[in-house]
């Protein structure tokens, strides 16, 4: 499995804009999902936005306008542009991979493929 490596995370005001990489250290080309999830304490891990290998986004309502992921499979990395952040954005953001496909011969088969990153903190603070 590949590793990933969160950064990009700090402190901020609210209002202000961060963005988050995530670098893997092999290639992500055949990932199905790429996302970013995010978990403050006491509460569980929540789905932040994801992305296909082939490039459909998702995002959490509360995200929707603010945030844009984006994957550059050629670089194998994630990135996650946070714009107008507010302080409910506080959290430790982790990168995942989901699932991975292989052509074998005309199919795309897909096997079960789970890795995360050690985590970013962000906090948004005035």
């Known amino acids: 499995q590949v590793q990933l490596v969160e950064s990009g995370g700090g402190l901020v005001q609210p209002g202000e804009s961060l963005r988050l990489s995530c670098a893997a250290s092999g290639s992500i080309i055949n990932i199905i999902t790429m996302a970013w999830y995010r978990q403050t304490p006491g509460k569980s891990r929540g789905l932040v936005a994801s992305?296909?290998?082939?490039?459909?986004?998702n995002y959490r309502d509360s995200v929707k306008g603010r945030f844009t992921i984006s994957r550059d499979d050629a670089k194998n990395m994630i990135y996650l542009q946070m714009n107008n952040l507010k302080p409910e954005d506080t959290a430790v953001y982790y990168c995942?991979?989901?699932?991975?496909?292989?052509?074998?011969?005309?199919?795309?088969?897909?096997?079960?493929?789970?890795?995360w990153g050690q985590g970013t903190q962000v906090t948004v603070s005035s």
């Open positions: 995942n991979a989901d699932g991975e496909q292989v052509l074998s011969g005309s199919k795309w088969i897909r096997y079960p493929y789970d890795a």
């Open positions: 992305v296909t290998v082939g490039g459909v986004t």
